[in-house]
C-alpha cells in the first residue's frame, strides 16, 4: 500500500499529538515495511523527528508560493497533490482531513483524539471552537474510517457529530518505547541530582492548565498535611497564576516545577517517583497515566472519560473536584506497600494491552478494511 500522512504534528509538535504520530510512522515503518509511507509535512525539524527507513519518504510544498503560504497548501492544495503522488489512503493522524479532499481517487482515515472542546466548551474561546467543530466535523464526515483513541472519543463522535458506530474504530495508543525500559540506579541519580530531585516525591506530569486540574492536587496535599514533595513537569499556561497565589497564600515550600525536561530524561523521572497522580478533568486518552505504568509507578487518577479505560483495574480513580477524596487516596497508596506493590505489577500487566506492535497491527486492520469495502 502507498499510505500517506498529515505529518505535521510529528515534526513540531513534542508531545502529545507529535507523540501520536512519531510513534504510529515508526511503528508502521518497522513492522510493515513492505508498505510506502509518505509523510507530508509543510516543514521539518529533525532535532524532533528524524526517520531514516527506506519505506519513508518526506513531502512538502513543492511550489515557491506554497513554501511561503504553508497553512494553505496544508489545508487546501495537499488534496491534489494527494492524487498526483497516487496515495492509496491518507491518514489524518490530528483530527483534520485536508478540504476538497479526492474521495474517489483517495481513501481516506483520521484519527480522532478528543472532542473536549465540545465536552468542556467553558475552557476554550469561541473562535477555537468554531474552527475546531468545523474542521472536525469535516475530517469525520468526509473520511471512510475514523479511528478513536478510546472508547469515551467514539461516544463523543456519535453523539456531537451524529456519525455512525459502524464507521469508527477504537484503536488505543501506545506509548513511546523508552518508557518500557529500566534506567539504570547510576542514570537515576545522575538525574535526581540534574533536576535536583528530592529522594521520595509524587509525580505531576502534564500541561499546567485548567482542565489538567493540577491546583485541586497541591489542595489535596495541603489538606492531609502530607508532606512528601511534588514534582510537576508540564508547560505552563496563564492557569499557573492560580497555583502560585495559592502556594505563596499557604506558604507551600514542597511544590517542585521542572517545565524544562528533556525527554529522554523522562523514564527515568517517572521511575524514581513514589507516586503519580493525574487529577484530570477529561482526556481523550491520558498518556501519562499509561507512561507510569509502564514506569512501575503507582497511579491516581480520576473517574471518568476515558482514564478508566487507560488505567485498568488497579489503579485508585478519585472524583477530580474532590479534595477530601483525593488526599485519604494519596495517604492510603503511600502508607500500604502491599498495595505499592500490587497497583505496580497488575498496573504493568494492563500497559502491555498498549504495546506498539498491537497498535500498528489495529491501524494496518484499519487500512486493510478501508481498501477492502471502501
Known amino acids: 500500500m502507498r499510505i500517506g500522512f498529515d505529518a505535521k504534528r510529528a515534526f513540531f509538535n513534542k508531545s502529545g499529538l507529535g507523540s501520536y504520530s512519531r510513534n504510529l510512522i515508526q511503528g508502521l515503518a518497522e513492522k510493515f515495511p513492505e508498505n510506502e509511507y509518505l509523510l507530508y509535512t509543510p516543514g521539518l525539524n529533525f532535532d524532533l ?11 512538502g510544498p513543492e511550489r515557491a508560493l506554497h513554501r511561503i503560504f504553508r497553512s494553505y497548501w496544508r489545508t487546501f492544495y495537499l488534496s491534489r497533490q494527494l492524487n498526483r503522488d497516487g496515495i492509496e489512503i491518507f491518514h489524518g493522524l490530528s483530527h483534520e482531513l485536508p478540504y476538497n479532499f479526492p474521495k474517489k481517487q483517495v481513501r481516506s482515515v483520521v484519527t480522532i483524539h478528543d472532542l473536549i472542546f465540545l465536552r468542556l466548551p467553558h475552557l476554550y474561546r469561541m473562535l477555537d471552537r468554531t474552527i475546531y467543530e468545523r474542521k472536525f466535523r469535516y475530517a ?20 456531537f457529530f451524529g456519525i455512525s458506530p459502524d464507521k469508527i474504530d477504537v484503536v488505543y495508543q501506545g506509548c513511546n518505547p523508552v ?14 541530582m540534574k533536576y535536583l530531585l528530592p529522594k521520595s516525591f509524587i509525580l505531576y506530569v ?23 514533595p511534588l514534582v510537576v513537569i508540564g508547560k505552563p499556561t496563564p492557569y499557573l497564576n492560580k497555583i502560585i497565589e495559592f502556594i505563596e497564600r499557604h506558604s507551600l515550600i514542597n511544590i517542585i516545577f521542572c517545565d524544562i525536561v528533556q525527554n529522554q530524561d523522562l523514564p527515568g523521572i517517572y521511575q524514581l517517583a513514589d507516586l503519580f497522580v493525574y487529577p484530570s478533568i477529561f482526556e481523550g486518552f491520558g498518556i501519562p497515566i499509561l507512561e507510569a505504568l509502564y514506569s512501575k509507578v503507582p497511579v491516581i487518577t480520576s473517574r471518568g472519560s476515558s482514564l478508566t479505560e487507560v488505567g485498568g483495574d488497579y489503579t485508585l480513580y478519585v472524583n477530580p473536584n474532590n479534595v477530601e477524596e483525593m488526599s485519604a487516596a ?20 494492563h500497559a502491555r494491552k498498549f504495546d506498539g506492535d498491537k497498535v500498528t497491527a489495529n491501524i494496518i486492520q484499519v487500512y486493510h478494511k478501508v481498501i477492502e469495502h471502501g
Open 179 to 192: 518508557f518500557n525500559t529500566d534506567v539504570s540506579l547510576i542514570e537515576k541519580e545522575i538525574l535526581r
Open 49 to 59: 523527528f528524524e526517520p531514516n527507513q527506506n519505506c519513508i519518504t518526506v513531502k
Open 140 to 159: 469525520c464526515e468526509v473520511s471512510d474510517r475514523i479511528v478513536a483513541v478510546s472508547r469515551q472519543t467514539a461516544e463523543d463522535i456519535v453523539e
Open 330 to 349: 494519596i495517604k492510603k497508596v503511600l502508607l500500604d506497600r502491599e498495595l505499592q506493590e500490587r497497583m505496580i505489577s497488575e498496573g504493568y500487566k
Open 206 to 228: 502534564g500541561t499546567i492548565e485548567e482542565r489538567k486540574n493540577l491546583l485541586t492536587l497541591i489542595k489535596a496535599l495541603h489538606y492531609g498535611k502530607i508532606d512528601i
